[in-house]
């Protein structure tokens, strides 16, 4: 291999129809097992947004990858039917920004929750939005541990009174909205599984973002915290706030006190700024290096690197 | 220092030459003398001139100072260990010179700064002394401003003078080490070199001369084996890295960042180990394989990961270049003991694949090795070195670089369908298909770390988890039937067979060499595929009376070390017993001859 890269990847020996005639693929077509999610879960709701994304978007079965990491909404990739991923618990960032960056031809979509996002991978959500890693990641909200049965999280409200904090919660939960400005995440937004059309809005955002894009999606357990997220929910008599249309979203202190107001709080994008991507500058390595070696091939490469070795 | 004839007589001043096989040479000071530099440019001469050479050196795990070692020796015909003692010490400071007299041979010579040593009388009937005023002659050399810069070079003019080396070649190197740098470094390091070379050595009136190598015509190349290991990699296809910095790895990770983008690759400096070894399988699982890697401690963390990737059938290259453990434990020193945790960490049942590479030049191609194991049986691949190899410097013969270069990039042509894990492909060689590859059946795989059906879906059937473990296992007892049995070093059959893995390959065989010197009945073998094993093994065994491992780790709780511990558990053989030693340093050959006569000397026990 002389000329293919990493940043370059050898184009695919099927083409791909153009746009025009290619129809996005059906639920019918994407759904693979069938979920394992408690009945009322706000999971479902997210699946069946992601299927309607891609439909809409028509992306085919090659074109992009879905991550998770270990919880109840980490079972998400076995109902996609297409290239997905289980890693393990907290670890899906970094996995997928392997893909991402030796794969620049993918879409690459990771999916978590609140315990796998915040808590175990905590450094990772840190660090992949410090480095911009272009990739969409979806973290499904619900305050609790839900498939070990009740536990606390690290978004678990005050007070919230769980199998391991029987006398209530006692830890200041993480606000991952303010985490995420503060570690330099492009792309900031909220919504939550019970309004549909911002899901689906907020999730086409997020792909056309040209970054590491981060979407906090409220999702209620209906198991181990019902009527979490009911003030956030018109129909459960809670209010659904939209940003102001004159929140300047490349303000990073507003897009911060926005994102301080108690729940139910605001939804919609906090916070969006270009920034070139880890994968821009990777690529722009490559493209440097490679420029002054012209085009030879990889064992020449080698072979110089031996000669000064003698 | 083996001298072989003495050509000239001391004559009217003339100095006597003898022409010698090989030499050892310690050079002793602190950390920042460059003492690095002058065992470099020596083992590198030794590769120029078709010489064998073999390097060994210690550096303190401090942030910066401390005393400091670097031993080369240099040999006409094959140089299999640093050597036991040295025929020539370098000494910089008073605790150089008293702190290593020990390591050089009855008679053998120590050159001292005369600016800091001051020699002790009881010492001078046994040792020849030189003294020199290194520090003051290289500021009177180079200009009074230098303070300490230079006199390491001062230094290799006199070992230059006193070895009758090639100059010419000696100062290309030179060059080649100080020509980026402003015009005066190089002027004031020539004029070092020129000032020692010059030096009148007094009293010491012999000089020696290596004999004619007996490699000529082919040409070497000189690394350690970290370089080895990280060039073996690229070489083999890799393009894409991951790792946190941890010493003895480091410099792997800092060669794959330097070099892989001009191969159209990547190496990532991740926030954490395990960052590291998940963002490599990401890679990997994208489409080639990719590398990780670290020392004792760091590889502990990506354990996981690892068992996903054994869980998930993807390919990964897992590095470990082994330090004294447990814990941070001994970062700058040698220890063989992260084989059980290479062989069996990871919960659960895991089976994987451990390759441990015997010297430098075998670093490169157990790196091409392990990648294509990798590819081939979708597993992850360790490769186990340690930190004797990864800085010690050897000279071998140049690979063919264009024959050994490889391309490993994915196929991404459509299938008509694709099962990860086919219960009827136990052997995993099937071909790999990677994200962005259509299936044409419709029915696209996950790759998971949940027991799961053929198509990575998960399933805890109590016969699936049976189907599938012995599936992970069984390709890799297909891949063992493909490991041709070790070759012995000596006769195959006899009294003592010592079996080692990795860096002791050669201190072994020169353990093989002096005792069948001195009549004794004495082979050895080098097991490289350490998991699995080879076959062949007990008829290898059978030919010995005794089978002692000998490696650098506790024998345990139960007398035996690590690989020792795995062979007894494969053969069941009472007479496989164990050599063990923890102290941080590589083997020395009289060490390894006296106790191997110890252990056979008392009773085997079943």
């Known amino acids: 291999m002389s000329t293919q890269t990493l940043a370059n990847p050898a184009p695919q020996t099927v083409a791909t129809p153009p746009s025009a005639e290619r129809k996005g693929l059906t639920k019918k077509e994407l759904a693979a097992d069938h979920p394992t999610w408690c009945p009322g879960c706000g999971d479902f709701s997210v699946l069946a947004l992601y299927f309607k994304l891609l439909e809409k978007r028509k992306l085919q079965q090659d074109e992009f990858v879905s991550i998770s990491g270990i919880g109840c909404s980490s079972r998400f990739p076995y109902f996609v039917q297409s290239h997905g991923v289980h890693f393990i618990h907290g670890r899906a960032l970094p996995f997928a920004t392997g893909i991402s960056l030796s794969r620049p031809d993918l879409h690459v979509f990771a999916f978590s929750g609140d315990g796998d996002a915040f808590s175990i991978g905590g450094n990772h959500f840190t660090h992949t939005a410090r480095k911009n890693v272009k990739m969409s990641l979806v973290v499904m909200d619900n305050q609790v541990y839900g498939l070990t049965k009740k536990q606390t999280s690290p978004t678990s409200p005050l007070g919230f009174k769980s199998k391991t904090d029987g006398w209530g919660a006692i830890d200041h939960p993480i606000n991952p909205l303010k985490q995420a400005i503060a570690m330099g995440a492009t792309f900031v937004a909220r919504t939550t599984s019970t309004n549909p059309n911002h899901v689906l809005a907020m999730m086409e955002a997020a792909m056309d973002h040209d970054g590491f894009s981060f979407i906090q999606c409220l999702s209620e357990c209906v198991e181990f915290y019902e009527g979490a997220f009911d003030a956030a929910n018109p129909r459960k008599g809670g209010v659904f706030n939209e940003i102001p249309k004159n929140h300047d979203v490349t303000d990073e202190i507003a897009a911060y006190k926005l994102a301080s107001t108690p729940f139910p709080g605001y939804f919609g994008v906090f916070y969006k700024v270009n920034r070139p991507t880890k994968n821009a500058k990777e690529s722009e390595i490559i493209t440097n290096a490679r420029a002054k070696i012209q085009g030879q091939a990889d064992w020449q490469l080698l072979q110089k690197s031996f000669e000064r070795m003698k | 220092m083996s001298a072989t004839t003495t050509t000239a007589s001391s004559q009217g001043g003339t100095p006597k030459v003898s022409k010698i096989s090989e030499a050892v040479i310690r050079i002793a000071g602190n950390s920042q003398d460059g003492i690095q530099a002058i065992g470099g440019f020596l083992a590198r001469l030794a590769g120029r001139s078709e010489q064998e050479v073999m390097t060994f050196m210690t550096i303190p795990a401090t942030i910066s100072g401390g005393p400091s070692i670097f031993q080369v020796r240099i040999g006409s015909g094959e140089v299999l260990s640093a050597g036991d003692e040295a025929d020539v010490l370098l000494a910089f400071y008073q605790h150089s010179y008293e702190g290593h007299l020990a390591s050089l041979r009855k008679g053998g010579i120590v050159l001292f700064d005369a600016d800091h040593v001051v020699p002790k009388p009881e010492w001078e009937k046994d040792y020849r002394h030189v003294p020199v005023k290194i520090s003051s002659l290289t500021i009177e050399a180079i200009g009074g401003t230098a303070k300490d810069k230079g006199k390491n070079i001062f230094a290799l003019g006199l070992i230059a003078r006193m070895f009758d080396l090639n100059t010419a070649k000696l100062e290309k190197l030179i060059g080649e080490r100080f020509g980026g740098k402003d015009e005066s470094v190089l002027k004031n390091a020539l004029a070092a070199f020129h000032a020692g070379y010059g030096y009148s050595m007094g009293n010491l009136t012999d000089l020696f001369q290596f004999s004619e190598a007996q490699q000529k015509g082919q040409p070497q190349v000189v690394m350690n084996g970290n370089e080895a290991l990280a060039f073996g990699l690229i070489a083999a296809g890799v393009r894409f890295g991951a790792g946190y910095p941890i010493t003895p790895w480091s410099d792997i990770m800092e060669i794959l960042r330097r070099e892989l983008p001009k191969y159209g690759g990547m190496f990532i400096q991740c926030e954490d180990e395990i960052a590291s070894a998940a963002m490599a399988l990401g890679a990997s699982y994208a489409g080639r394989v990719a590398v990780t890697g670290s020392s004792g401690p760091g590889i502990a963390l990506k354990m996981e990961c690892i068992g996903w990737g054994i869980m998930s059938e993807t390919p990964l290259v897992v590095v470990d270049i082994q330090r004294g ?180 390959q050669g201190p072994l065989r020169e353990a093989v060499d002096r005792s069948r010197a001195a009549g004794d009945s004495v082979s050895s073998l080098n097991i490289r595929h350490i998991s699995p094993l080879p076959n062949g093994l007990e008829d290898i065994f059978s030919g010995f009376n005794h089978v002692i491992v000998v490696e650098m780790n506790d024998e345990g709780l139960y007398g035996y070390g690590q690989l020792a511990a795995i062979l007894r558990a494969r053969f069941c053989d009472p007479k496989i017993r164990a050599v063990n030693k923890t102290d941080g340093l590589t083997y020395k050959v009289k060490e390894i001859i006296e106790r191997v006569k110890t252990v056979i000397a008392a009773p085997a026990k079943a």
């Not at chain 2, 453990?325 to 063989?336: A, C, D, R």
């Not at chain 2, 069996?344 to 490169?364: M, Q, T």
């Not at chain 2, 473990?469 to 006899?494: D, I």
């Open chain 2, 325 to 504: 453990g447990p814990s941070t434990g001994m970062p700058t020193n040698v220890e063989q003991s992260d084989l059980n945790i290479a062989t069996y960490g990871s919960h659960g049942d895991a089976p994987r694949v451990v390759l441990a590479p015997a010297n430098v030049e075998d670093c490169f191609y157990t790196a091409i090795e392990a990648v294509n194991i990798a590819n081939k049986y979708h597993v992850p691949v360790f490769i186990l070195s340690d930190q004797a190899i990864a800085t010690r410097i050897e000279a071998f013969p140049e690979p063919d670089l264009k024959k050994v270069c490889q391309d490993i990039a994915p196929d991404l042509s459509p299938v008509p369908d694709y099962k990860p894990y086919d219960l009827t492909a136990v052997d995993g060689t099937s071909r790999r298909v990677v994200p962005g590859t259509r299936i044409l059946s419709g029915k696209y795989p996950v790759a998971t770390g949940l027991e799961h059906d053929e198509y990575g879906h998960p399933s805890g059937s109590p016969k699936m988890h049976l189907q599938m473990t012995a599936r992970r296992r069984k390709k890799l007892q297909s891949l063992a039937s493909t490991f041709a049995a070790p070759k012995v070093y000596g006769p195959p059959e006899g009294n003592v067979l010592l079996v080692g893995w990795g860096s002791t």
